[in-house]
T-cell receptor, first 114, second 113 residues
Framework: AQSVAQPEDQVNVAEGNPLTVKCTYS??????LFWYVQYPNRGLQFLLK??????LVKGSYGFEAEFNKSQTSFHLKKPSALVSDSALYFC????????????FGTGTLLAVQP | ETGVTQSPTHLIKTRGQQVTLRCSSQ?????VSWYQQALGQGPQFIFQ???????GRGNFPPRFSGLQFPNYSSELNVNALELDDSALYLC????????????FGSGTRLTVV
């Protein structure tokens, strides 16, 4: 069965420092991987996705993610964190098949201190 | 181009009642998926509608049902509400069942008391 793991409930980083939010996945076949961000009492905003091609994917708001097939990981990164990046981040994978439903991780709360 | 619109934004219901949540899909999108996000959890897939037909269902009981209309808007109905149904309900629209990009609405916060 397809699954996504986000091993850190919370990541703390100082403003201006680089940030990494970790994600590992388990799928049969080729994975389609996504990152979404959620602000309090809001829906999900799309950040970036990996379908095929370059392992380094660039997305919105300066975020990027690196697909690593051998480690089955898709970590989210940003070179310099902003206080406004503080939010809940979800990694997700498409399960394939006719439905193409998104399977989400449990989320990682990113807290950026000024 | 309009995004995904959900209504109402907040709702309080009593256990045992029935509720209907509504979703207007993004212009040009013909597929709507519904997700339940309990507090502190990731969204869980409820079901998907493609061209007015149910196209996949998650692990939710039959009292969760839905509809998709010819204009591709959708409703989520929940009967016999339980306290555990309290959650943020998210609607996402996309073009066809193949993933080109899901656009999420802001959700409906349902509280069952």
């Amino acid at each position: 069965a397809q699954s996504v793991a986000q091993p850190e409930d919370q990541v703390n980083v100082a403003e201006g420092n680089p940030l990494t939010v970790k994600c590992t996945y388990s799928v049969s076949g080729n994975p389609y991987l996504f990152w979404y961000v959620q602000y309090p009492n809001r829906g999900l905003q799309f950040l970036l996705k990996y379908i095929t091609g370059d392992n380094l994917v660039k997305g919105s708001y300066g975020f990027e993610a690196e697909f690593n097939k051998s480690q089955t990981s898709f970590h989210l990164k940003k070179p310099s964190a902003l206080v406004s990046d503080s939010a809940l981040y979800f990694c997700a994978v498409i399960n394939g098949g006719a439905t193409n439903k998104l399977i989400f991780g449990t989320g990682t709360l990113l807290a950026v201190q000024p | 181009e309009t995004g995904v619109t959900q209504s109402p934004t907040h709702l309080i219901k009593t256990r045992g009642q029935q509720v209907t949540l509504r979703c207007s899909s993004q212009s040009g999108h013909n597929t709507v998926s519904w997700y339940q996000q309990a507090l502190g959890q990731g969204p869980q897939f409820i079901f998907q509608y493609y061209r007015e037909e149910e196209n996949g269902r998650g692990n939710f009981p039959p009292r969760f049902s839905g509809l998709q209309f010819p204009n591709y808007s959708s409703e989520l109905n929940v009967n016999a509400l339980e306290l555990d149904d309290s959650a943020l309900y998210l609607c996402a629209s996309s073009l066809d069942r193949v993933f080109y990009g899901y656009t999420f609405g802001s959700g409906t916060r349902l509280t069952v008391v």
